[in-house]
T-cell receptor, first 115, second 111 residues
């Protein structure tokens, strides 16, 4: 079975440019999470969706960050404009219905460097 | 405020030298505790879920235990391939929707 698929795996961009990260959750999972990981702060939850609806975006650091989930098999995290402090690894994760377990499964991450 | 704290931040062991990693938490009404393993350049990989104090789970050289205030990940006779960062996490809202992770313990096992 395919796991959570993220793209791009690596991105280097200049400050001020728009960055779009993409995620395909595991088929059948109804919850999707975006996390950011840095050495200093570890894994931080940015936003999560349940049945394609954003439930809690309190972790989104600024208005420069936005996330969408137009359907059950696709989500995007957008940063516009990007800044050097946004450099981090961004993980997408998904989880199935509670009756099938509460385990969150992660993608391989998108490594973002803003110069 | 709900918190998850892991210790130590880093641990270096000789191959075969058993030890334990700690995860302490302060949440109201524990709804489970998760352990993950993360290899460099990879996403976290699920290991265990513990739901109640006294529960234990094992996988190869790893055993996770849970009390009302903390969890331990015991590593028995570790091998170099056990080197990784180990993360614990707990749901911190009313339900399993919002999961908060500790900063992790980076384990290095030396041959």
């Amino acid at each position: 079975d395919a796991g959570v698929i993220q793209s791009p795996r690596h991105e280097v961009t200049e400050m001020g440019q728009e960055v779009t990260l993409r995620c395909k959750p595991i088929s059948g999972h109804n919850s999707l999470f975006w996390y950011r990981q840095t050495m200093m702060r570890g894994l931080e939850l940015l936003i999560y969706f349940n049945n394609n609806v954003p439930i809690d975006d309190s972790g989104m650091p600024e208005d420069r960050f936005s996330a969408k989930m137009p359907n059950a098999s696709f989500s995007t995290l957008k940063i516009q404009p990007s800044e050097p402090r946004d450099s981090a690894v961004y993980f997408c994760a998904s989880r199935g219905q509670s009756l099938s377990g509460n385990t969150i499964y992660f993608g391989e991450g998108s490594w973002l460097t803003v110069v | 405020e709900d918190q998850v704290t892991q210790s130590p931040e880093a641990l270096r062991l000789q191959e075969g030298e058993s030890s334990s990693l700690n995860c302490s938490y302060t949440v109201s009404g524990l709804r489970g505790l998760f352990w993950y393993r993360q290899d460099p350049g990879k996403g976290p990989e699920f290991l265990f879920t513990l739901y109640s104090a006294g529960e234990e789970k094992e996988k190869e050289r790893l055993k996770a235990t849970l009390t009302k205030k903390e969890s331990f990940l015991h590593i028995t006779a570790p091998k170099p391939e056990d080197s990784a960062t180990y993360l614990c996490a707990v749901p911190t809202s009313g339900g399993y929707q919002k999961v908060t992770f500790g900063i992790g313990t980076k384990l290095q096992v030396i041959p």
